[in-house]
């Protein structure tokens, strides 16, 4: 009797737990259907503009009535392709070394000194960078390349900066499983654990290297403060990397700090639209030539 | 008289293969091996057996210093080798005859109880520590590959699936291939433990002659659980027991698997071994 009373208790608390899981399906598709639904609805009146000036143009001077949001996503995409290359690249190099202790299970006080270091930067805000970089690279590179050193390749080192704990991260936990499976076959033939990492994880993990670089890419495509505090934001296309540009993300930050209503707050949800499609587009890209590779 | 004495010590080591001495190995304060000594000799299949837990797996891989690849080991006592290319200090490690770890387990080759191919392909498998440990040239590289898989028998079946993914090899042809990856390192010696425990019948016969066959050119020390496998391969055997050195049967021909299971169920004496 008893026996029957606990399996109907454990009966109703199992469809609990699953009607819980379901409310958390549904609440977290929905809302992503709904933020969707509301880019693209606000982004419609911007959309179906006819004639210059509209968001579709490479002008933003809501003085003369244009409001072309197209110099910002090249921002961002010039802003977050220029950061990822350095992010990534030095990310394996630290995610190899950090999983490469000259004996296994025993990192020495550098590796566990890094790998905290790592971990913290994930919880340090980003204006902290923002203000370090402005009193030390800016001035740095006014100094060295000349311009105001606030640009386009101001904004990029320390969004790379930014991404480095994502890209370790995501590394870390793609990598570190596929080289224990192998590591004591490895050693067993006299392959140390980076000759292991190098030649044989590495050439295998090609999803969670492509993974590591599209989640990088897209904090830093999607990042405010750092482009808002670094890249000048001029809304021109950039011609070099000492010149100033601005992102969708700061574009955002600026005007809604100034305009409710009209075209130039009409063109944010434009702008919002396309970080969506650029992110959305980048990933699909680079998954696309993982698969095939 | 000292030179001579040394003369006919010398005579008496090269019979041996292996010479443990008090060899034993604790991970975070658990002993696993306690004051092992063993003399493995020269020539045939040297096989430990025991129950589970009885060290057989610590005492192979103190051989090749794979222990210490695990957090918290500790080690005392020696181990020596008296291999083809000289003598090899592997434990403690510090002499004149010590060699790096790298080149240690290049020498002394391992395969594990379950067939461990590295997730690329068949031919990377065996080129990648091929180039990478060796230095082997690349223009050498395939026929070497070709050389390894020939001597383990899996040419024939891989010869046209090189380029293959060595994961979607059967279970016996990846035991194969790791047997072919260590062999094409030139190994002195080959450490094999329980190699054919997660095959089937036929896979496993395939292997123990491959094994009986390596062993004509190479010494080999293997672990054992199988008693007729060990019956079978070992011109010599180790009984090991909670972590001591039961008895050495210098020559288990004429042995039944009774008296094995016997010998593991902690009879005394069951046919003249040499207790330890």
């Known amino acids: 009797m008893r026996n029957a009373t606990s399996v109907r208790r454990m009966s109703r608390s199992g469809e609990a737990g699953l009607a819980m899981l379901r409310l958390s399906v549904v609440l977290a598709m929905g809302g992503m259907a709904l933020l969707f639904l509301m880019v693209v609805a606000f982004a419609l009146p911007a959309f179906v503009q006819n004639g210059g000036g509209g968001p579709f143009s490479w002008s933003w001077s809501p003085g003369h009535g244009e409001f072309g949001i197209l110099p910002m996503m090249v921002g961002s995409v010039a802003v977050g392709g220029l950061a990822v290359i350095p992010g990534w690249v030095t990310g394996v190099c630290l995610c190899c070394w950090l999983l490469s202790p000259t004996r296994a299970g025993r990192p020495g006080p550098w590796r566990v000194l890094v790998a905290g270091l790592v971990r913290v930067m994930t919880a340090v805000p980003t204006v902290v960078y923002g203000f370090a970089a402005v009193f030390l690279l800016a001035p740095s590179l006014r100094m060295w390349l000349g311009g105001s050193g606030f640009s386009w390749l101001a904004a990029s080192v320390m969004l790379s900066v930014l991404i480095l704990p994502t890209v370790v991260l995501v590394l870390q936990a793609g990598l570190a499983p596929r080289l224990e499976a192998l590591s004591l076959s490895g050693v067993a033939l006299g392959m140390n654990r980076l000759e292991l990492l190098w030649h044989l994880v590495l050439p295998a993990s090609r999803a969670t290297l492509l993974s590591a670089a599209v989640l990088g890419f897209g904090r830093a495509v999607g990042d405010t403060m750092l482009p808002l505090m670094l890249a000048g934001n001029a809304p021109v296309m950039p011609d070099s990397l000492l010149s100033g540009v601005r992102t969708l993300t700061a574009h955002m930050a600026l005007v809604t700090s100034n305009e409710v209503g009209g075209q130039a707050y009409d063109s944010l949800f434009m702008a919002g639209l396309l970080l969506l499609v650029i992110n959305g587009t980048v990933s699909l890209v680079i998954r696309h030539m993982g698969g095939r590779a | ?276």
């Open chain 2, 1 to 276: 008289m000292a030179g001579k004495g040394v003369t006919l010590m010398e005579k008496q080591d090269s019979r041996f293969v292996l010479c443990a001495r008090g060899l034993s190995v604790s991970f975070f304060d658990h002993a696993v091996l306690r004051d092992v000594s063993l003399n493995v000799p020269a020539g045939g299949i040297a096989v430990l057996v025991g129950r589970s837990g009885s060290g057989k797996t610590t005492f192979l891989r103190s051989v090749n210093r794979l222990n210490e690849e695990v957090s918290g080991c500790r080690t005392e006592g020696s181990v020596e080798l008296r291999l083809p290319g000289g003598k090899v200090d592997v434990w403690p490690g510090v002499g004149p005859d010590a060699v790096p770890l790298a080149e240690l387990r290049r020498r002394v080759g391992m395969v594990f109880q379950t067939p461990q191919v590295f997730p690329v392909t068949v031919c990377r498998n065996i080129s990648v520590p091929l180039s990478v440990t060796m230095g082997c040239p690349r223009s050498e590289l395939d026929d070497r590959v070709k050389d390894a898989l020939v001597r383990v028998d899996l040419w024939r079946e891989v010869a046209d699936r090189l380029d293959m993914s060595a994961e979607r090899l059967s279970g016996g042809q990846q035991q194969r291939l790791c047997l072919a990856r260590a062999l094409a390192l030139e190994p002195d010696m080959l450490l094999l433990d329980e190699p054919t425990a997660s095959l089937d019948v036929r896979s496993a016969r395939h292997v123990e002659d491959l094994l009986l066959a390596l062993s004509e050119q190479l010494p080999v020390i293997m672990v054992s659980h199988g008693l007729a496998q060990s019956l079978r391969l070992a011109s010599f055997m180790a009984v090991m027991e909670e972590g001591r050195l039961r008895c050495e049967i210098s020559n288990p021909d004429g042995m039944e698997e009774g008296d094995l299971e016997r010998l593991l169920d902690g009879a005394e004496d069951v046919r003249g071994e040499e207790a330890n």
